[in-house]
Antibody, heavy 119, light 111 residues
Framework: EVQLVESGGGLVKPGGSLRLSCAASGFTFSNAWMSWVRQAPGKGLEWVGRIKSKTDGGTTDYAAPVKGRFTISRDDSKNTLYLQMNSLKTEDTAVYYC??????????WGQGTLVTVSS | QSALTQPRSVSGSPGQSVTISCTGTSSDVGGYNYVSWYQQHPGKAPKLMIYDVSKRPSGVPDRFSGSKSGNTASLTISGLQAEDEADYYCCSYAGSYTFWVFGGGTKLTVL
């Protein structure tokens, strides 16, 4: 059974940093492309960024609102995905979901972790 | 404002059919056959219901179907059941600069 468990969310001040983790199990993590998708309170879904598998180059892509501030990385030895968030803004407040990416869709989702950016 | 436009809400009675539309542009919905749909119950994670416009993942009832015409994709749910009451989001690939865009979501109420 595929399981994705996010952690690391919390309250942070504007301009601060936070690192989210996503522990994966039930599939071959090293072969998987992974994405982060976020959802602001009461709002819709927004794609944040993606990392390819190392065999496919391990490259990352980001949505325009987070490019240059957020960094996605992976540790295949730990089956863990990361999202390093710097220079956080109030508009980054959201539940952040870790997802597996199968081609051009997101097939498995974690339960999410809440990030609140507020002074 | 979301990149893809969905109605805020739709409703139907048990056993009826409802269709949720998702309108984009030739740069996203109209340009690729990469539309997916997600169901989200309150406080839960989204769940994939349809991918590649009309394909259903294993385990999704065949009451759920997808289609596309031009820049508009649609999700049809037939034989509505109480457990179908949820928010539904469409998503489309939008090219190698924007990548993926979502709709604003549609709240389905089963009367």
């Amino acid at each position: 059974e595929v399981q994705l468990v996010e952690s690391g969310g919390g309250l942070v001040k504007p301009g601060g940093s936070l690192r989210l983790s996503c522990a994966a199990s039930g599939f071959t993590f090293s072969n998987a492309w992974m994405s982060w998708v976020r959802q602001a309170p009461g709002k819709g879904l927004e794609w944040v960024g993606r990392i390819k598998s190392k065999t496919d180059g391990g490259t990352t892509d980001y949505a325009a609102p987070v490019k240059g501030r957020f960094t996605i990385s992976r540790d295949d030895s730990k089956n863990t995905l990361y999202l390093q968030m710097n220079s956080l803004k109030t508009e980054d407040t959201a539940v952040y979901y870790c997802t597996t990416q199968n081609g051009d869709y997101f097939d498995y989702w974690g339960q999410g972790t809440l990030v609140t950016v507020s002074s | 404002q979301s990149a893809l436009t969905q109605p805020r809400s739709v409703s139907g009675s048990p056993g009826q059919s409802v269709t949720i539309s998702c309108t984009g542009t030739s740069s996203d919905v109209g340009g690729y056959n990469y539309v997916s749909w997600y169901q989200q119950h309150p406080g839960k994670a989204p769940k994939l219901m349809i991918y590649d416009v009309s394909k259903r993942p294993s385990g999704v009832p065949d009451r759920f179907s997808g289609s596309k015409s031009g820049n508009t994709a649609s999700l049809t749910i037939s034989g509505l059941q109480a457990e179908d009451e949820a928010d539904y989001y469409c998503c489309s690939y939008a090219g190698s600069y924007t990548f993926w865009v979502f709709g604003g979501g549609t709240k389905l109420t089963v009367l």
